[in-house]
Nanobody, 121 residues
Framework: QVQLVESGGGLVQAGGSLRLSCAAS????????MAWFRQAPGKEREFVAT????????YYVDSVKGRFTISRDNGKFTVYLQMNSLKPEDTAVYYCAAGLRATIPFDSGYWGQGTQVTVSS
């Protein structure tokens, strides 16, 4: 099993940047592909990005391509989501997830508790 704890959310103006972090417990971190999802009020949870176990493969939802970057540090058991050029429509609770493969759809067995990102216009 793996436990995931997100951090780094907050309030930012449109055009600004935030970096989310997701720290994983245990030494099994490198056994998992990782992903970020988000859920806006009144909407279903949406896939944002995924990264393979080694970091060699990355995939994004079209709406964030060119603005968001997913990365991981296997030595620190942490996955990141660098978010630039933020838009009000990026406002959501962002969740970290762990799964077997960096694919779309991403099949996750583990979720973090989420971190709120609010982008003001």
């Amino acid at each position: 099993q793996v436990q995931l704890v997100e951090s780094g959310g907050g309030l930012v103006q449109a055009g600004g940047s935030l970096r989310l972090s997701c720290a994983a417990s245990g030494r099994t971190f490198t056994s998992y592909a990782m992903a970020w999802f988000r859920q806006a009020p009144g909407k279903e949870r949406e896939f944002v990005a995924t990264i393979s176990r080694t970091g060699g493969e990355k995939y994004y939802v079209d709406s964030v391509k060119g603005r968001f970057t997913i990365s991981r540090d296997n030595g620190k058991f942490t996955v990141y989501l660098q978010m630039n050029s933020l838009k009000p429509e990026d406002t959501a609770v962002y969740y970290c997830a762990a799964g077997l493969r960096a694919t779309i759809p991403f099949d996750s067995g583990y979720w973090g508790q989420g971190t709120q990102v609010t982008v003001s216009s």
